[in-house]
């Protein structure tokens, strides 16, 4: 599996792993190495973005396989899990979120924390926002989410964890910063990712924001919010980082 990495230090730095948006469908390691990039400078790291499997030729569960064998990677290189950081926008957030579940169940060491902008953690289509913000979310219509799931998934159950992680359950999950605009259609998939998460012990930052669109730290340069959310992000991890040092 390929993948791409952003680097400004030496070998010793923390590791970003960063899992692209795009639907499980589209995006790549390139088309989001400037937002790994700024958020891995913002953190003091280097971002590693591999270019996972996507569907339709690929369909579920090769993601999320696709990211257990990244996070394995790099502990067979002997980056302490301590020093691995997971993140990723909209898809690759939800991905990012299953990924701990995978490693969970796989008994890896946990990661050191999660920062997911946007993220896409519920594939069964039950969620109250995707009707409630159906006028109000600017970049994904919500009558198109069934012909997007029936692609990525091809049979498999929509409910089960590594498709939709908002349904997992998580063990002393590491703390995690998730945010979200309030007028997504994926404003219950963040809150609902939160809540598990902090229901199996872990430190939940869920923020959300008025009037941004779907995974705007995507616009960085373009978009104050953007580097704003960054900056932000970049300081959640790094107290992450100390805090397991």
Not at 175 to 187: K, N, R
Not at 219 to 241: C, H, K, M, P, V
Request: hydrophobic content about 50%.
């Amino acid at each position: 599996m390929p993948a791409l990495w952003a680097e400004t230090g030496g070998d010793d730095a923390p590791v970003l792993l960063y899992l692209h948006g795009g639907a499980y469908l589209a995006g790549s390691a390139r088309t989001h190495v400037h937002l790994a990039a700024a958020l891995a400078a913002a953190t003091g790291a280097r971002a590693c973005l591999p270019d996972y499997r996507l569907a339709p030729e690929h369909p579920f569960p090769a993601a999320p396989d696709d990211a257990l064998t990244a996070y394995r990677a790099l502990l067979a290189r002997g980056i302490e899990a301590t020093r691995i950081l997971l993140a990723g926008d909209s898809a690759g957030g939800g991905l990012a979120a299953a990924l701990l579940l995978a490693a969970q169940d796989a008994g890896l060491p946990r990661p050191a924390a999660l920062a997911l902008f946007s993220p896409w953690t519920d594939l069964t289509g039950k969620s109250p926002a995707l009707s409630a913000n159906a006028h109000s979310d600017a970049m994904l219509p919500p009558h198109r989410m069934p012909d997007v799931t029936a692609l990525i998934l091809q049979g498999a159950e929509a409910a089960q964890p590594l498709a939709s992680p908002a349904l997992g359950r998580f063990v002393a999950p590491p703390p995690s910063l998730i945010t979200v605009g309030a007028g997504e259609i994926l404003l219950g998939d963040a809150q609902r990712l939160a809540q598990a998460l902090e229901t199996g012990g872990g430190h939940v930052a869920l923020k959300v924001h008025q009037g941004l669109p779907h995974a705007w730290p995507f616009f960085r340069g373009y978009l104050r919010a953007a580097d704003q959310t960054i900056a932000e992000a970049g300081r959640f991890l790094r107290r992450a980082l100390s805090t397991e040092a």
